[in-house]
């Protein structure tokens, strides 16, 4: 390939285009990968997954001292303190230690890192930094980036009208944080702050929170998150800001139309979802229009309409979450390399690291329903709850369910739902089960460790054939 630079060119070091980049130059491509920031690994290393789980971790250790949960199982810690440099300066190490960690596999792969955005010049060049670069293919990992709010303006630096990043670097923790959207981030973050105490109203414009996931697993957490100390104002909608000094007064109303209030705020996070990110890359030059919602569609290979151009992770149609992000990056380096690359889109998990985490693969049980429905068939549901698990009693962790639901016919599993504490890490079995086609039966029929919480999957599909033991 003497006629271009590289084989493949990466625009983008996130986990889609950092695992891209690597993938490819594994498989003996000559690769590159184009980043303007000035670390690699994306929103996820730098400003997603990673500081908000150091955040998350320390938050969490701080409220189990703090509340007594040590102390009920006989930790005396005396008084408990703060430290919050010291939990950001831990942060800050993750992030370094995990985007240094990327730089490392690149030069071990001998990826070549471009460091500068990239403007497409023609469908096989970019510009990077000034300097042009030609690929035989270009994969746009360029990501996502905030979905701002109208009226209501982020200043990350003042630290009172936040955005996640905003809301991932305070300085102090807020009397009165108020998060508009009740989704993940709101979830998550929210959750940060309350625990190192905030006192943390969520704003939500639809009827319940976590948007997308099963409908009793959204009531649940909202009794949850309530029972925790979160106020949340369900169908109500912010329509403006104003700060004072160090002070934010939001205007709310019903979502539905109506009498307007105001709520005042010493912080404020804006976390109403993410967009794709196209800004500066010129896909006007060669002729790439991004969809209705700012996507970039691709067929099933990852493949754009424009001949050596492809595309993945948040930027294109999907959930946008890192391990997707991954996945494809994987199966586009395969694709370009000649192999057949797959990403299952039917069976991404998808968790919140709040406590209890909330987990979901496959369909919710609504979802599930109405495709029954149209094809004139039916589904089971099987339900266990974690306080009838032994582990999860041992534990003190009594909140949340199981909830398998399977095709009645077939008893192929459709969809697995969880609220437990280790929500998160009880999915992978779940994702496992449906990428292999499992029935319930054949969980039920699985041999789990106990004690565990992962008994809790068994027995909820014991209960889709109405079964369970401890129940
Ligand atoms: P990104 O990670 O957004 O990376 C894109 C990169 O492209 C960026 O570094 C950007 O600088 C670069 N770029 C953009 N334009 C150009 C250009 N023209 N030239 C060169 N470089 C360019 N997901 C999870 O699965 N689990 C989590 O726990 C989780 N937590 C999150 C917490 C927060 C607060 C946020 C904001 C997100 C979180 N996510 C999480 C989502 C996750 O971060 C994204 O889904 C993931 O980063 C998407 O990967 P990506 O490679 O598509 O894009
Ligand atoms: P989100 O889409 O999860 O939630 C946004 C919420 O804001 C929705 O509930 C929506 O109804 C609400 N909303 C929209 N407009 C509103 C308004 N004007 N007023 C009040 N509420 C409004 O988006 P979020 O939380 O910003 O996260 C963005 C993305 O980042 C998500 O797609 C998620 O997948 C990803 N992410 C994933 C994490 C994980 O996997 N654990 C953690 C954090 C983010």
Same mark, same amino acid.
């Given at each position: 390939?003497?006629?271009?630079?590289?084989?493949?060119?990466?625009?983008?070091?996130?986990?889609?285009?950092?695992?891209?980049?690597?993938?490819?130059?594994?498989?003996?491509?000559?690769t590159a990968c184009a980043e303007g920031r000035e670390t690699l690994g994306g929103t996820c290393l730098n400003v997603g997954c990673i500081p908000s789980k150091a955040l998350l971790h320390g938050s969490e250790l701080f409220e189990e001292a703090h509340d007594g949960t040590l102390a009920k199982f006989g930790v005396k810690t005396g008084k408990v303190e703060l430290d919050l440099p010291v939990l950001q300066g831990e942060k800050a190490l993750a992030v370094k230690e995990l985007t240094q960690g990327v730089e490392f596999l690149f030069k071990k792969n001998k990826v070549d890192w471009l460091k500068g955005y990239a403007k497409f010049t023609g469908p096989h060049a970019v510009e990077v930094a000034g300097k042009p670069v030609t690929a035989k293919h270009i994969v746009i990992a360029t990501g996502s980036s905030v979905m +701002?709010?109208?009226?209501?303006? $982020?200043?990350?630096? @003042?630290?009172? *009208?936040?955005?996640s990043t905003g809301a991932l670097a305070l300085t102090r923790v807020p009397q009165h944080l108020v998060v508009i959207g009740g989704g993940v981030i709101g979830l998550e973050l929210g959750s940060v702050w309350r625990r190192l105490g905030a006192k943390v109203t969520?704003?939500?414009?639809?009827?319940?929170?976590? +948007?997308?996931?099963?409908?009793? $697993?959204?009531?649940? @957490?909202?009794? *949850?998150?309530?029972?925790?100390?979160?106020?949340?104002?369900?169908?109500?909608?912010?329509?403006?800001?104003?700060?004072?000094?160090k002070k934010a007064t939001l205007t709310l109303e019903p979502a539905a139309g109506g009498t307007a209030e105001t709520l005042d705020a010493d912080c404020v996070l804006v976390a109403i979802g993410r967009r794709a990110h196209t800004e500066g890359l010129g896909l006007d030059v060669i002729g790439l229009a991004p969809n209705a919602r700012g996507q970039i569609e691709t067929d099933h290979d990852f493949r754009t309409p424009i001949d050596g151009v492809w595309a993945i992770g948040d930027v294109i149609p999907g959930p946008m979450l890192a391990h997707k992000a991954e996945d494809e990056g994987i199966a586009v380096a395969e694709n370009i390399a000649g192999l057949t690359g797959i990403v299952n889109h039917d069976v991404i998990p998808g968790v919140v690291y709040t406590t209890p985490e909330i987990a979901g693969v496959g369909l919710t049980e609504e979802a599930a329903r109405e495709k029954a429905k149209e094809s004139g068939g039916d589904i089971k549901v099987g339900k266990f709850?974690?306080?009838?698990?032994?582990?999860?009693?041992?534990?003190r962790e009594p909140d949340g369910f199981v909830k398998i639901i399977a095709d009645a016919k077939t008893d192929r599993v459709l969809g697995i739902w969880a609220i437990a504490t280790l929500a998160g890490t009880m999915i992978a079995e779940a994702a496992l089960a449906m990428e292999f086609g499992a029935t319930s039966e054949d969980i039920a029929y699985t041999c789990h460790a106990h004690p565990t919480h992962s008994e809790a999957i068994k027995e909820a599909a014991m209960a889709v054939r109405g079964k369970p033991i401890h129940m």
């Open positions: 390939m003497a006629d271009y630079d590289y084989d493949v060119l990466v625009i983008g070091a996130g986990p889609g285009g950092y695992v891209a980049a690597i993938r490819a130059a594994q498989l003996g491509l000559k +701002p709010l109208a009226g209501v303006a $982020v200043d990350n630096g @003042a630290g009172i *009208i936040v955005d969520v704003v939500e414009f639809m009827d319940q929170l976590l +948007p997308g996931m099963d409908g009793e $697993v959204r009531k649940e @957490a909202a009794k *949850i998150f309530k029972k925790q100390g979160m106020e949340l104002r369900l169908s109500t909608k912010v329509t403006g800001a104003s700060v004072k000094g709850p974690m306080l009838a698990n032994s582990r999860a009693k041992t534990n």
